[in-house]
């Protein structure tokens, strides 16, 4: 498996884990980014792929410094069972 990646022209966040690929789709405007929706292919469900993808996109996001939309049910799940993270959630 290897390391979360920001694929920008397609505005995913990504983990490749065989030949498989989970991402979480984004849109940034200026310093928040919105995290929409999360593909988790059926060959990959219930390993885990899931959490550390979100995991890896949010410590880059906190790397950057920049605020989050958690608009996608899976990434705001792992925020609120993960309170570290709740700091980065964007407020209003």
Known sequence: MSQVRDNATAQHFELA???ALAFIAYRREGD???LFHTEVPQALEGK???SALVRGTLDRLRAEGV??????????G???????YGAM???G
Do not use: L, M
């Open 17 to 19: 884990a065989g030949d």
């Open 67 to 76: 605020t989050v939309v958690p608009s996608c049910s899976f990434v705001a």
């Open 78 to 84: 792992y925020i609120e069972r993960h309170p570290e």
């Open 48 to 50: 885990g792929i899931g």
């Open 32 to 34: 928040t980014v919105e």
């Open 89 to 91: 959630v964007a407020r």
